[in-house]
């Protein structure tokens, strides 16, 4: 791929317009073009950053080699098999897509072409996390908490696929064993769909995961607490702050841990853009989102579910 890669936004709304912001200042990337359905939006990004505006799909397509889906989640499967066959790299804003067989189908279409199909989990970037992974062992509770103000903007997913599927990914990735079964709440208080839940989750290697997510919270937390054989360690995502506590010759100690802050969205997107112009496996693949998704999927179900309890094991390999 040329040095200089051109680069584009499917969306600029809300999330997508922080990624036009970045790729403005990315050394070797072209920012090219910019669609929204919104003319009014498109055309503040337009004159923001000096990008092309454009109206149709096919025409964005011609004027970039890389691109973020930053669409409302029922078109991100769409906008992106179309692009994919017009042989350009993803980045796709999580949930990666509706359904777990949309997602397997696109990273399915970006195998056969060798394209890069990476997802926007970004809490992946977080520097804190870093920090955690040259730590961890063998977690064997994880307790994470995501909360946040309702956002007053369309919202067409519950609280379990808008905001708690980052935490779910990041613990798919931390674990790394089959889940053996779920346990799960949630309730609609502002939206048809559930704005607070909380899921237990158990893995096959005997690890537990309790994880709370709520969209109509006073304020805001991000916070995930893993517990190990020699250790205790306490991240906070929003801070980029995080704590370590050991037992060392018969007292605990505590320590905080060394963390190299930046802004999790610009890693994402360099790294983005790397592993396009290299041709290397992006740090969140389409088929780890596609887990993440599934998992999301299945908490959501069991919210809707009679009782809220557990309705089934899962024997996912």
Do not use: M
């Given at each position: 791929m040329k040095s200089q890669i051109r680069a584009g936004v499917v969306g600029v709304g809300s999330i997508g317009k922080n990624h036009a912001r970045i790729y403005s200042g990315l050394p070797g990337v072209d920012f090219a073009a910019i669609l929204d359905t919104n003319p009014e939006t498109a055309n503040g990004i337009s004159q923001r950053y000096g990008v092309?505006?454009?109206?149709?799909?096919?025409e964005f397509a011609q004027l970039i080699d890389v691109a973020t889906v930053a669409t409302p989640t029922p078109d991100h499967y769409e906008?992106?098999?179309?692009l994919l066959g017009q042989r350009k790299h993803l980045l796709i804003e999580k949930p990666i897509t509706e359904t777990p067989g949309q997602a397997e189908e696109l990273v399915k279409l970006a195998k056969e072409r060798s394209?890069?199909?990476?997802v926007g989990h970004v809490e992946r970037f977080n520097p804190v996390l870093s920090a955690l992974e040259r730590r961890l062992s063998k977690p064997r509770f994880i307790e994470a908490h995501r909360l946040s103000p309702y956002p007053f903007r369309s919202i067409e997913i519950g609280v379990v696929l808008d905001l708690m599927i980052h935490d779910l990914e990041i613990i798919l990735h931390l674990v790394r064993s089959p889940v053996k079964s779920i346990d799960a709440v949630g309730v609609p208080v502002l939206s048809k769909g559930e704005d607070i839940a909380n899921a237990r989750i158990r893995f096959q290697n005997?690890?537990?995961?309790?994880?709370?997510?709520?969209?109509i919270s006073p304020e805001k937390m991000r916070k995930i607490r893993v517990f190990?054989?020699?250790a205790y360690l306490s991240l906070?995502?929003?801070?980029?702050?995080a704590e370590m506590f050991r037992l060392v010759n018969g007292m605990i100690t505590r320590e905080a841990v060394e963390v190299d802050k930046d802004e999790p969205l610009k890693r994402e997107l360099q790294s983005f853009v790397?592993?396009?112009?290299?041709?290397?496996?992006?740090?969140?693949?389409?088929s780890e989102a596609a887990a993440a998704l599934e998992l999301a999927i299945e908490i959501t179900e069991i919210t809707k579910s009679?009782?809220?309890?557990l309705i089934k094991e899962l024997g996912r390999t």
């Open positions: 092309r505006a454009v109206t149709l799909l096919s906008v992106a098999k179309f394209l890069i199909l990476q005997g690890c537990v995961a309790n994880v709370t997510a709520s969209r190990q054989e020699d906070d995502y929003q801070s980029q702050s790397e592993c396009s112009r290299r041709g290397v496996q992006p740090v969140v693949s389409g009679a009782t809220g309890e």
